[in-house]
Structure formats: structure tokens, C-alpha cells
């Protein structure tokens, strides 16, 4: 990557980067005589509350002398440095999170020369798509190629009730070894950072037609998040931030957190006030079954994941969901059923039976319908809250990490 990735500023470094550049221009143009022009009222972002002082500072009528044409409405604008600053601030977050612009070009509010002095320094993305997999109707993959060269997928799901949700990946490969899945197959290459996380969001994003946005999103693709728990929160952080702050203003409760169980990152999402939804992929009723489809299984026991999972509830009231992938003829008989059954008895959960989508090369298989249709009326008969949910895109590989595999 020549430039530095734009979306790995944060709001203070960009007010710093906007003050340095601003302060050579600003004194390159008083010195040859010039004036530096405040802000078009048209400029401002509508978010911007007159109470700020940033539209109040601008005068209404933006054809007077005053605010372009005298020397008083330089020096003005040159005594109001953090003023200007923190305007352009929103003004181009407002593009890069919340249009989801990806050239600086496309910022029409902002002066040329400014536009022009960002691309210099920076770029908007740092992915490049290397395929493009699916359809709309089914599910939408990409294979993203980072700026170092390695190699992630994200999904784009779209159902009828017009939720549009983007499946990030949180790391390259994975090393939590989960048997049945393919993108533990060749361990762990790197944590993504939050800024690669956004940009997958954003890559999404952009498969969408004009006037439709994105809904949800999970973290349920390549990686353990909770390995990588700082970079994942403030993306989402990142994502969930409200329009009215400039952002994509996907809302927390629509943001979900799908972790093996590592009881330390859990306990400490809780500690953090968690607003995301939290996921844990159960997948066994028992530690001798979990130990070995689930081998992270080992170092912690069911037991300290459902402790900590109780302690994310009482910290944040938010209701943890179990998933469970039903593997054919090794998790699904109905005695597995009512061992669940007496580990969730009482407690507030839902679980997700999620059928197995094969993966090439892996002794597994989807279990029958009528399987899970048991396995689930045994939880239900038992107060359990239980939903079937189908992995769409079976076509594209859907499970996530097997594009990766094929294309290496
Ligand atoms: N590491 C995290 C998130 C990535 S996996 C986790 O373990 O939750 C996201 C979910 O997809 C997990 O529940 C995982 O078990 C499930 N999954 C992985 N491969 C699958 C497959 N081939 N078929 C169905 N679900 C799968």
C-alpha cells in the first residue's frame, strides 16, 4: 500500500492533518494577498446544529462581502482554526462513513485543492475485489485482497424483510480449529484492523442499489473476533455510530458478535457495556463432544463459557444466542437434544440450529430435515427458545473460508 489508509484515522488525527495542511495553505494564501473563503453555507452538513457555533459562526447570507471578500473575513476565518477544522472533520466522515464514497473526488462540498491534497496522502480503500460470487436472490460473496496481499471473504445476505446484512471476517484464517470448518483447515495469518473490517463493511455496501442501505451485521466470518476483540469493537463501534454523528448509523442491536467462548474476551465485553448482540457457537451438549469438534473447547469446558455468558447477561440485560451447527449423525440424535435441554433449562437463551453446509475435503455432512426437526421440537417442548436458520448460498461456498482455499 503506497498511501496510508484513510479510514485508519481517527476524528483527532484528521483535525491534526487538517490543521497542518490548512496552516501551510492558509499562510501561502496570506502571504501572496489572497483570502481564504469560510465555509458555503451550503457546505455545512445538515447534522450540524446552529447551537455547535459552526453554522452559527457562518453568516446566512453567504453572498455578503464580509464572509468572502474582506481581508476582516480572513482573519476571522484564520482565528477560527478549530472551528473550520472540526466542520470539515464531520464533512468528510459524513462522506467516507456514511455516503461511503471511494475517491476523495466524489466529496462535492469540499474545496478542490483540498480534495486534491487527500488523494496525494491518502486512499479510501486498500482492498481490491478479486472475485465477486453469488447473486442477490441467494447471497453475494467477495474475495478482498489486502494491502500486504493476504486473502479474506465477506458476504453480502438480503431476505424479504428487507434486511440487508454484511458477514465480516475479524481475522485471516483462524485459529481456533473448529473441525467441521474450512477456515480454521490452515490456522491464523493476522488480525484485521478495525479499518479493514470497516472497509469490508463498506465493500458490501457498494453491492447494493442506489437507495439501499445496510441493515445488520455479523461477525460470523473468517476469524475468532475475540481474538481480536479491540479492532473488532471499534469498527462496530465505528459502524453503529449514529447519522447524526456522521455515521452509518447501523444500530447496536442490529450488530452481532459471533465468538467460539473464550470466557476473558466475553467477561470483558460485558465490562466494555456491550451494546451488540452476543453469539456463541455452542455446537455440543457435552465437553467430551465439544473437545473434539470444537478443540478451543479444551482450555475452558463448557461450564466457565455458560458462567461468563451469564455474567454478559447481568452486565448488559442483553440475551446471549447459542449457536449450534447440526452435523449429521454426530450432534443431532435427540439424547444430545436433552442434554441441552438440561444445560439451558431456565436460563435466558435462544438457540440457532444452523445446518451444516459441507465443506470439500471434510468428513462431514448436513444432518436430515426431519433430524432437526426433532432435535429442535425436544427443545421447544422444553420452554427452550429454538430457531432453524438456513445457511443461504450454498452455491457460492457459503461457508465461510472455502472461496479463500479454492482460489490458493
Ligand atoms: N469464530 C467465530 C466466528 C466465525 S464462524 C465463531 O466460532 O463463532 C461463524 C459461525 O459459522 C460459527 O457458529 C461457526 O460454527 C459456523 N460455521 C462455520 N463453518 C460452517 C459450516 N460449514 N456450516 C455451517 N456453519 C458453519
Redesign the pocket.
Known amino acids: 500500500m503506497s498511501k496510508r489508509s484513510f479510514l485508519s484515522l481517527d476524528d483527532t488525527e484528521l483535525a491534526t492533518w487538517l490543521a497542518e495542511s490548512s496552516t501551510t495553505h492558509a499562510a501561502a494564501l496570506c502571504s501572496a494577498g489572497h483570502v481564504t473563503p469560510r465555509p458555503n453555507t451550503s457546505d455545512l452538513p445538515s447534522e450540524v446544529p446552529a447551537a455547535s457555533g459552526i453554522a452559527s459562526s457562518v453568516p446566512s447570507d453567504s453572498t455578503s462581502p464580509t464572509a468572502f471578500g474582506s481581508p476582516t473575513a480572513h482573519r476571522e476565518s484564520a482565528c477560527e482554526p478549530n472551528l473550520r477544522k472540526n466542520f470539515r472533520v464531520s464533512q468528510i466522515r459524513r462522506w467516507t462513513d456514511q455516503v461511503g464514497v471511494s475517491t476523495f473526488e466524489a466529496m462535492s462540498n469540499l474545496p478542490k485543492a483540498l480534495r486534491e491534497s487527500l488523494s496525494k496522502t491518502f486512499t479510501l480503500r486498500t482492498t481490491t475485489v478479486l472475485e465477486h460470487q453469488g447473486t442477490p436472490e441467494d447471497a453475494e460473496k467477495l474475495l478482498l485482497q489486502l494491502y500486504d496481499g493476504e486473502r479474506i471473504e465477506c458476504v453480502l445476505l438480503r431476505d424479504d424483510k428487507e434486511h440487508r446484512t454484511a458477514?465480516i471476517?475479524?481475522q485471516v484464517g483462524?485459529a481456533?480449529h473448529?473441525a467441521?470448518?474450512?477456515?480454521?483447515m490452515d490456522g491464523v495469518v493476522r488480525n484485521l484492523e478495525s479499518w479493514e473490517m470497516f472497509e469490508e463493511i463498506l465493500r458490501l455496501g457498494e453491492l447494493l442499489p442506489a437507495g439501499e442501505r445496510l441493515t445488520h451485521i455479523?461477525?460470523?466470518?473468517?476469524?475468532?473476533?475475540?481474538?481480536n476483540l479491540s479492532n473488532v469493537y471499534a469498527a462496530l463501534e465505528r459502524a453503529s455510530r449514529s447519522e447524526d454523528s456522521n455515521g452509518m448509523g447501523i444500530g447496536a442491536r442490529r450488530i452481532t458478535?459471533?465468538?467460539?467462548?473464550i470466557p476473558s474476551g466475553i467477561r470483558r465485553l460485558a465490562e466494555l457495556g456491550c451494546r451488540f448482540h452476543l453469539?456463541?457457537?455452542l455446537?455440543a451438549p457435552n465437553d467430551e463432544l465439544r473437545d473434539a469438534i470444537?478443540p478451543a473447547n479444551q482450555a475452558t469446558g463448557i461450564e466457565t463459557i455458560l458462567e461468563a455468558a451469564q455474567y454478559f447477561f447481568e452486565k448488559t440485560k442483553r440475551r446471549v444466542t447459542f449457536?449450534?451447527?447440526v452435523l449429521g449423525g454426530v450432534n443431532d440424535s435427540p439424547s444430545c437434544a436433552r442434554e441441552l435441554v438440561s444445560l439451558f433449562r431456565g436460563k435466558p437463551a435462544l438457540i440457532?440450529l444452523?445446518?451444516?453446509?459441507?465443506?470439500k475435503g471434510?468428513p462431514?455432512h448436513?444432518p436430515h430435515s426431519s433430524t432437526v426437526a426433532e432435535f429442535s421440537e425436544i427443545l421447544e417442548r422444553a420452554g427452550i427458545e429454538v430457531a432453524i436458520r438456513y445457511?443461504k448460498g450454498e452455491k457460492i461456498d457459503?461457508?465461510?473460508?472455502?472461496l479463500r482455499r479454492n482460489r490458493t
Open positions: 458477514c471476517s475479524s483462524c481456533m473448529c467441521f470448518c474450512a477456515t480454521g455479523v461477525v460470523m466470518g473468517m476469524g475468532e473476533p475475540l481474538a458478535i459471533s465468538t467460539v467462548g453469539a456463541i457457537s455446537h470444537v449457536e449450534y451447527v440457532n444452523i445446518p451444516y453446509n459441507p465443506v471434510l462431514f448436513p445457511r457459503a461457508a465461510c473460508g472455502q
